[in-house]
């Protein structure tokens, strides 16, 4: 087969498989396209990579570039590599080693820049679509040239006989990452709109996902992670299905995270109340030894979902030390550290199966840590223990000896200590308390944001219980009057109940959880277990309850006013309420609703 094509300046001639240019030397880009009234004919450059011609479907072997002879055993090319990345960190060593095998490499934008400055052969993607880059960037890629010579399966005929036909080269490994939307849209300033938009990348995931449909034909690579054991692979012959399923299904993986992403976006500036879709992106944080129980397998992730970004919590923290988290490890630390960054004063919380057994607040955080041990040393052992301060030398001394209120002689054991911060000796204070204790630095998270919640084959979604007291109105409807001591421990006492799960009742005094009552099926019998930790203590507290009392007499609000309690909160709302603010008047007792709920479960 004979064609001819080209100008007076240049003439290609193509005989069956074979092409060369000859006549006149390399054009200038700039003069490379001549516009006619319709159309734009290109004229092919003359310039070739260091003398290596292009790859065609006829001048190649229809089978894996995996499997065709090293560098050093042929000097012929074993096909185009594309390049087009935004992220170029450890780009430059991966292309050069694709060189050395005898790959030709195409590319765009700023990656051609970048590898042309460092010396690496490389062919502009304009000199292989004949087209040039076009509407600020919009348009580089997106063509039968790119994405036929990706698309094309080399086990089918007609396929290669299009490629022929048209003058296609194929592709035979695509290395391409996105553009940064997601550092765009969560910079610290917030970006207009044309820009957000702007940085949506179109080129690249159609890219991607061409190169992963055709995985049994082309290598494609999303993650700078991924080019040393990938350039291995193809240096051993060993760039096997295995591996090109693994990286299909990380590129589909790759693009879906950001359109995700994307969407996230899109609907924060036009959507209001819950999505009518939603995709929540997470990246596998670890995979865990087992679950609740050691029958169950897990896994923990992170929410790379915009409405987490920079919100800190658990799921960020730093390990300083001790063995990795279990599953129950991250309930109970998180559960801990909620708590304890809801409280504005320094404190310290102590979770026991989610449930906060120990809190108090004072200037003084060594001071708040005895006190929260104190008020359920018997649940404090074993448990987790957070503080929203800086943890000094003094108080990691304190938590490393300190012995256990109930006997005053057995050491306090923990599984987890959590907190904003560690001072240098502090750290290695605490680190020489056990070679098990798993220390965790992360930054201040309060309940905020979305929480999603799975039940059988759905989500349950709602906003976080944000409310703290400072927001609550507390409405005397007692006779008896609040003092301004009795006040304080109520707003503490309700911002501990919140924290504790439904039914749930709290008994507190002089910022200080005395004892508390959590998940019982019945609102009664959490205030006799709060009652009961309270002990003697219990005279001049307060109680709170986080939902409202559907009885008063012979029922939770007098035993609360017999035992002692000097004031009750709870939001109101019940056909009864009358019963109790009665019954607080009998025994003298303040009475307080609040209007709102805190039910946890």
């Keep these: 087969m004979l064609a001819i094509t080209g100008t007076a300046r240049a003439v290609t001639v193509r005989v069956g498989c074979a092409s060369r240019v000859v006549g006149a030397p390399a054009v200038p880009r700039s003069l490379r396209y001549q516009f006619g009234k319709s159309s734009i004919q290109h004229v092919r450059s003359a310039r070739v990579n260091k003398g290596r011609g292009l790859t065609t479907p006829c001048s190649m072997s229809q089978a894996s570039p995996t499997t065709s002879a090293s560098p050093k055993a042929s000097a012929a090319s074993k096909g185009q590599v594309l390049v087009s990345v935004s992220d170029k960190s450890d780009l430059l060593p991966f292309v050069q080693g694709l060189v050395e095998l005898g790959y030709d490499i195409v590319s765009t934008g700023g990656s051609a820049s970048a590898l042309d400055k460092a010396g690496v052969p490389v062919r502009h993607v304009e000199d292989v679509t004949g087209f040039p880059e076009m509407l600020d960037g919009r348009v580089k890629t997106l063509h039968p040239k790119v994405h036929g010579g990706i698309l094309a399966r080399r086990d089918v005929p007609s396929h290669m006989a299009a490629l022929e036909e048209h ?31 702007e940085n949506i990348d179109i080129g690249g995931p159609s890219m991607i996902r061409a190169a992963a449909k055709n995985h049994a034909h082309v290598l494609v690579v999303v993650e700078p992670a991924d080019y040393p054991s990938v350039l291995e692979a193809l240096r051993n012959g060993k760039a096997d299905a295995a591996l090109r399923r693994h990286l299909a299904w990380k590129a589909f993986q790759h693009t879906a995270t950001y359109d995700a992403t994307v969407a996230e976006w899109f609907w924060g500036e036009i959507g209001s109340g819950p999505a009518p879709e939603r995709c929540v992106p997470m990246k596998l944080g670890a995979t865990l030894r087992y679950g609740e129980n050691p029958h169950q397998t897990a896994a923990f992730y992170t929410d790379v979902s915009l409405g987490e970004h920079g919100r800190g919590g658990v799921a960020t923290s730093l390990q300083h030390h001790g063995k990795e988290l279990s599953y129950n490890n991250y309930l109970d630390a998180d559960a801990a550290y909620l708590a304890v960054c809801d409280i504005v004063d320094p404190a310290c919380v102590i979770v026991k199966h989610t449930n906060p057994c120990g809190v ?22 074993g448990g987790i223990v957070a503080f929203n301060r800086t943890v000094d030398e003094a108080l990691a001394r304190e938590i490393r000896e300190f012995r256990s209120p109930a006997d005053n002689e057995t050491r306090m054991f923990y599984e987890i200590v959590i907190a904003p911060g560690y001072t240098s000796e502090g750290l290695a204070v605490l680190k020489g308390k056990s070679k098990a204790l798993r220390i965790l630095e992360a930054a201040p998270r309060a309940p905020s944001g979305d929480s999603l919640r ?113 004031a009750i909160v709870h939001p109101g709302g019940s056909l009864r309420d009358q019963d109790a603010i009665d019954c607080c008047n009998k025994y003298g007792v303040v009475l307080l609703t609040t209007g709102v709920r805190h039910f946890k479960h």
């Design 167 to 197: 003058s296609i080269d194929l592709i035979n490994i695509v290395i391409v990452n996105l553009y940064p939307f997601r550092q765009t849209v969560t910079a610290e300033q917030k970006p207009a709109y044309e820009v957000a938009v």
């Design 360 to 381: 108090a607040a004072r200037e003084d955080l060594l001071e708040a840590y005895r006190l929260a041990v104190r008020a359920d040393p018997t649940s404090a052992f």
């Design 454 to 566: 799975q039940v059988a084959a759905g989500w349950l979604q709602q906003d976080a219980d944000s409310l703290v007291p400072s927001q609550i109105d507390f409405k005397v409807v007692s006779e008896a009057q609040p003092t301004p001591q009795q006040l304080e421990d109520i707003k503490f006492a309700w911002q501990c109940v919140k924290h504790v799960k439904s039914n749930a009742i709290t008994v507190a005094k002089d910022r200080r959880l005395l004892g508390m009552g959590s998940g019982q099926p019945n609102r009664v019998k959490s205030v006799q277990i709060a009652l009961e930790k309270a002990a003697e203590e219990v005279k001049g507290s307060v109680l709170a309850s986080d939902a409202f009392f559907p009885f008063s007499w012979n029922d939770s609000v007098e035993i609360a006013c017999k035992a002692g309690v000097s």
